[in-house]
């Protein structure tokens, strides 16, 4: 190993901040999900359904989200309609 | 009253039944009478690693099914006093346990133990979530690795919902065991850390042990690793159920050792 691969390595990031990086994320996705309701799934894809009868969109084009506050839920439906 | 503690993780091979096992004969060692249930139904484990598979008669599945009566099945342990084994059957399936058995034997065993360890098996079906329903407290075994501290991450969600204590609108107090630690290669940033797995998780920290040949050792032998207090992992143990208990004691084993001139020399381990 020259003294140039020494200081190569020095600039990469290690392992172990990648692992704990890519975990906070992925944990914090699976996180908001456990709290959805369960109904959220089958309402998202009979939203899904219906308008699909109308305009072709793929899945990633709808997003439905839930957001609880105090007292009350906000439940948000994003569609990207496509051009 | 008797405390049932879960020990659970999500993932396989992560040291549950290790686990299991040490505790368990920690708790006896300290006086309380305990017993440790293998809630594997099919694959179980805790009696070879307990040193006990030739004295298994009737099992878990049979005192639910009514064939054998709970104190024909408890196999009493040799080296320690106190300490009962209720082993897992090996020939049905996982659905062969049913709430309402697991229920009753569990509060038939609480009037005579005050430990009640559950080995759950790995995974988030129905073995696991039966091993876990009844807790009091959980202990969550992780490795500091990607996979296993996901999958404990999830295991926690199911502690917090799908628990007798969450249903009932209280909580399941959670410890975590970080389990295979290096901190040669936590030094070296090849591998998470106390800290960062804590971060993750935040759940408070029972205890880490390291890394060790002992574990191998004490399952090959048949015997606790707790009881082998030369090591460093049955040292761990120890402190692990002192901190159970409710004693504050240092943590150990977090650091790299240093070597000695010799022994660098002789490349010594």
Partial sequence: ?83 | MAKIIVVTSGKGGVGKTTTSAAIATGLAMRGFKTVVIDFDVGLRNLDLIMGCERRVVYDFVNVIKKEATLNQALIKDKRTPGLFILPASQTRDKDALSMEGVQTVLENLAKDFEYIICDSPAGIEQGAQMALYFADEAIVVTNPEVSSVRDSDRIIGILQSKSLKAEQGGTVKEHLLLTRYNPERVASAEMLSVADVEDILAVPLLGVIPESEAVLKASNQGAPVILDQESEAGQAYLDAVSRLLGEDVKHRFLEVQKKGFLKRLLGGK
């Fill in chain 1, 1 to 83: 190993m020259s003294i140039f691969n020494y200081f190569l390595k020095k600039e990469k990031k290690s392992s172990a901040s990648l692992a704990k990086e890519r975990l906070q994320i992925i944990v914090a996705h699976e996180r908001s999900k456990r709290q959805q309701p369960d109904y959220l799934p089958l309402m998202q894809k009979e939203i899904m359904d219906v308008i699909r009868k109308y305009v072709n969109i793929d899945e990633e084009q709808v997003v439905v989200q839930l957001d609880n506050n105090e007292d009350c839920s906000v439940l948000e439906l994003n569609i990207t309609l496509p051009e």
